[in-house]
């Protein structure tokens, strides 16, 4: 069965330095990834995903993420934070070539980016 | 690219009432349909999925239900709510690979 985990309930960082928000899957087969973010009381926003290509993807906002199959993961990276990229953050998985199921989430990752 | 539709934005319903929120998909045909609910602002608990008109499968068993009474509504419903029923709702249309969301439900139950 196909799973997803965050392994940080909270990620703290200083406006201007690097983010890393981690995520592992598993998945049989090639997964499908994704992330997304949440604002509060709003539905989430597709940052951006992987389903085949370049191992690193770039995506809205200056995130990117890469996929890394041999340690099966998909962490979430930007080389400076902003104020406003605080957020609830999800990694998602989708099983390949199954456009009917559902995506699997993780249980999110709060980043806080201080002034 | 799809927009999805909810409604309302917030409900307050007491205990043992009933419960309809909806949910309609714009700029797209045949979509599969997928609710969600989110409690304490956490992880995504995958409730029901349509994949067509009449067709509703679920993930979990409980009090809600779901319909789809139209190619692009798809309903939640309750006979009677629970207090554990609430939390942020979140209805969601497949779009190239992954999910367009809607905007959600925030239901209290007191």
């Known amino acids: 069965a196909q799973s997803v985990a965050q392994p940080e309930d909270q990620v703290n960082v200083a406006e201007g330095n690097p983010l890393t928000v981690k995520c592992t899957y598993s998945?049989?087969?090639?997964?499908?990834l994704f992330w997304y973010v949440q604002y509060p009381n709003r539905g989430l926003q597709f940052l951006l995903k992987?389903?085949?290509?370049?191992?690193l993807v770039k995506g809205s906002y200056g995130f990117e993420a890469e996929f890394n199959k041999s340690q099966t993961s998909f962490h979430l990276k930007k080389p400076s934070a902003l104020v406003s990229d605080s957020a609830l953050y999800f990694c998602?998985?989708?099983?390949?070539?199954?456009?009917?199921?559902?995506?699997?989430f993780g249980k999110g990752t709060t980043l806080s980016v201080s002034s | 690219s799809q927009t999805i539709h909810q409604w309302p934005a917030t409900l307050v319903q007491p205990v043992g009432s009933p419960l309809s929120l909806e949910c309609t998909v714009e700029?797209?045909?045949?979509?599969?349909l997928y609710w969600y609910r989110q409690a304490a602002g956490r992880g995504l608990q995958l409730l029901f999925y349509?994949?067509?008109?009449?067709?509703i499968s679920s993930e979990v068993p409980q009090n809600l239900s779901a319909s789809r009474p139209q190619d692009r509504q798809f309903i939640l419903s309750s006979k009677k709510l629970l207090l554990s029923d609430s939390g942020f709702y979140l209805c969601?249309?497949?779009?190239?690979?992954?999910?367009?969301f809607g905007s959600g439900t925030r239901l209290t139950v007191v």
């Open positions: 969601a249309c497949d779009e190239e690979g992954g999910y367009t």
């Open positions: 349509s994949v067509g008109i009449g067709q």
């Open positions: 998602a998985v989708r099983e390949p070539n199954q456009a009917g199921t559902a995506l699997i």
């Open positions: 998945v049989s087969g090639n997964p499908y």
């Open positions: 700029g797209t045909s045949n979509p599969n």
């Open positions: 992987y389903i085949t290509g370049d191992n």
